[in-house]
């Protein structure tokens, strides 16, 4: 009950949540970086949204990174003291660019160290998102996009991790797939730019291929090898567009398919 109710929270956010997307497509569509902040449970809602973009929406590993306080923990442990130490803030901000976003998140809405980067970011220009579960609290003043998840007081007192871990990792999973969504990488519910790099998802490239052209997965295979692995020019050539065309047209219609596949229809009915 507790955590669908984290879910609602989420809910009564969704008119920021599009906004933030539009920020995310529009950085990553600009060549900046999107650039996680966060500590603790907070930071690890980060993580497990940040990670998975390079792979599922083919968005370049160098424009998404995740600042955590204390480092990503690799041994179990996260020590709580580090969201206080702000020794390496200003070294975190000064790799910022002028056409980056940060999303600073903080349960509490106090942070320490989510809570400076977004101040320090903010005064050098960068838009900044804030994901707080409080409202009225200074993650949020310093905000482009303030986010509110109201959740309730956890099933555990404290333990952050519990509601307002989940509607902040949902929160996260809305405005990624929401960019992505904007940014083209996304047609009629099939991820048109993974990154085909195990056997599991070479079957699911293949499948989407195959239902997308409206072929047979053996033709798709073999649209998929001749693309090198990329999933829209796979598209397109299997529907019959040869790879000059293709190209061009990916490039037209900045890699949206669904612009390419109109435009394919009209060439091919002239």
Same mark, same amino acid.
Request: glycine share 10%; with cysteine; hydrophobic share 50%.
């Given at each position: ?14 008119? @920021? ?22 500590? $603790? ?28 306080? $204390?480092?990503?923990?690799?041994? /179990? ?80 007192? /404290?333990?952050?991790?519990? /509601?307002? $871990? ?17 940014? /083209?990488?996304?047609? @009629? ?69 669904? $612009? ?11």
């Amino acid at each position: 009950a507790a955590q669908e109710k984290a879910v609602r929270a989420v809910n009564s956010a969704m008119p @920021q949540l599009r906004q933030a997307a539009e920020l995310a497509a529009d950085t990553l569509c600009s060549g900046g970086a999107v650039n996680y902040v966060a500590a $603790g449970s907070s930071g690890l809602m980060a993580l497990s949204d940040g990670v998975e973009l390079p792979g599922t929406f083919g968005i370049a590993q160098e424009q998404i990174r995740i600042f955590m306080a $204390g480092g990503v923990p690799i041994d /179990g442990e996260m020590a709580a003291e580090t969201e206080d130490d702000l020794s390496g803030v200003d070294d975190i901000v000064d790799r910022f660019g002028i056409d980056d976003l940060v999303i600073a998140l903080s349960a509490s809405g106090s942070t320490p160290y989510s809570c400076e980067i977004a101040k320090k970011a903010h005064a050098k220009g960068i838009k900044v998102i804030a994901i707080a579960n409080n409202a009225a609290t200074p993650l949020l003043d310093l905000a482009d996009v303030a986010i509110v998840l109201p959740t309730r007081a956890e099933v555990l007192a /404290g333990s952050t991790r519990l /509601g307002a $871990g989940t509607a902040q990792k949902v929160a996260l999973n809305v405005i990624s797939t929401l960019a992505a969504v904007q940014l /083209g990488h996304v047609f @009629q519910g099939m991820m048109v730019n993974l990154k085909v790099d195990n056997a599991k998802l070479r079957g699911r490239a293949v499948g989407i291929v195959a239902n997308i052209a409206c072929v047979s997965e053996h033709e798709a295979e073999r649209a998929l090898i001749a693309s090198a692995c990329d999933l829209k020019l796979a598209v397109l050539l299997a529907k019959g567009c040869d790879a000059a065309t293709s190209k061009s047209l990916l490039a037209e219609h900045q890699g949206r398919l669904g $612009g390419c596949l109109a435009a394919l229809e009209n060439l091919q009915k002239a």
